[in-house]
């Protein structure tokens, strides 16, 4: 009995090798199945948190800034870590992170022309922000997915690089809209920013134990950059 275990122990071990991986119990890691229900449920709040954020003029502030966190890009990049965090291996990270996003797309734009959300906007408006909506989550949910499941589960260099940047990601485009001027004024306004930067800031001095920290400030400051001039991109072509 004993050397069935060492023999179990031994093959998972080599497993984990193969992928790139440190030795690990892979047979402890999320099932499949938990990811994806992780990763629809996540859909279906933030698709349906979009769709609220345009559909009622919600009065109180903590909805507020809860439909406005859910409707901003922040929304696709928290599936993306989460699915990954807890996924089985980098491919099913990928794959399910981004059929979430795509999901959460799905249930906003389905909902666009049933209630008429957005009624000043042409079809085919519409049609072009969502097709750039969705290769910008696909991209999410590959990159990022892939990166949370290493962050996890990595070596200590692919745990660095695979922190940094996905939380540079979310803190490009915080810091373009400070450059940029961003009326802070508005509370919600106001702690949507907080929010969003809060949370990746606590995220990379959280990680300083278990990565390099010239590495994770480093690959932070190319996720920056990448989603600070994505950012600019996107909104000077199509907004």
Same mark, same amino acid.
């Given at each position: 009995?004993?050397?069935?275990? $060492?023999? $179990?122990?031994?093959?998972?071990?080599?497993?984990?090798?193969?992928?790139?991986?440190?030795?690990?119990?892979?047979?402890?890691?999320?099932?499949?199945?938990?990811?994806?229900?992780?990763?629809?449920?996540?859909?279906?709040?933030?698709?349906?948190?979009?769709?609220?954020? $345009?559909?009622?003029?919600?009065?109180?502030?903590?909805?507020?800034?809860?439909?406005?966190?859910?409707?901003?890009?922040?929304?696709?990049?928290?599936?993306?870590?989460?699915?990954?965090w807890f996924s089985k291996s980098s491919k099913i990270a990928a794959s399910v992170a981004?059929?979430?996003?795509?999901?959460?797309?799905?249930?906003?734009? &389905?909902?666009?022309?049933?209630?008429? *959300?957005?009624?000043?906007?042409?079809?085919? $408006?519409?049609?072009?922000?969502?097709?750039?909506?969705?290769?910008?989550?696909?991209? &999410?949910?590959?990159?990022?997915?892939?990166?949370?499941?290493?962050?996890?589960?990595?070596?200590?260099?692919?745990?660095?690089?695979?922190?940094?940047?996905?939380?540079?990601?979310i803190l490009g485009p915080v810091v373009v809209g400070l450059l940029q001027g961003v009326d802070l004024r508005s509370l919600e306004i106001?702690?949507?920013?907080?929010?969003?930067?809060?949370?990746?800031?606590?995220?990379?001095?959280?990680? *300083?134990?278990?990565?390099?920290?010239?590495?994770?400030?480093?690959?932070?400051?190319?996720?920056?950059?990448?989603?600070?001039?994505?950012?600019?991109?996107?909104?000077? *072509?199509?907004?």
């Amino acid at each position: 009995m004993r050397e069935t275990r $060492d023999f $179990d122990a031994e093959f998972l071990n080599r497993d984990s090798t193969q992928r790139g991986l440190p030795p690990a119990k892979y047979s402890k890691r999320p099932a499949v199945g938990t990811t994806i229900t992780l990763g629809l449920s996540l859909a279906v709040l933030i698709g349906f948190g979009s769709v609220a954020n $345009d559909m009622f003029p919600f009065s109180g502030v903590f909805i507020t800034i809860m439909t406005k966190l859910a409707s901003s890009g922040l929304g696709f990049v928290m599936i993306a870590l989460l699915v990954g965090w807890f996924s089985k291996s980098s491919k099913i990270a990928a794959s399910v992170a981004s059929v979430s996003i795509l999901f959460a797309l799905a249930i906003y734009y &389905c909902a666009i022309p049933v209630y008429n *959300l957005r009624p000043s906007a042409a079809g085919s $408006d519409i049609a072009q922000i969502a097709l750039v909506w969705t290769l910008l989550g696909v991209g &999410c949910g590959v990159i990022v997915g892939s990166m949370a499941f290493f962050a996890h589960y990595g070596t200590l260099t692919q745990r660095s690089i695979a922190t940094g940047f996905p939380l540079g990601l979310i803190l490009g485009p915080v810091v373009v809209g400070l450059l940029q001027g961003v009326d802070l004024r508005s509370l919600e306004i106001l702690a949507v920013v907080a929010i969003t930067g809060f949370i990746p800031v606590v995220g990379l001095l959280a990680s *300083l134990r278990r990565t390099k920290p010239r590495l994770l400030f480093l690959s932070a400051l190319a996720g920056i950059i990448f989603s600070g001039g994505l950012f600019l991109v996107v909104y000077a *072509l199509y907004y």
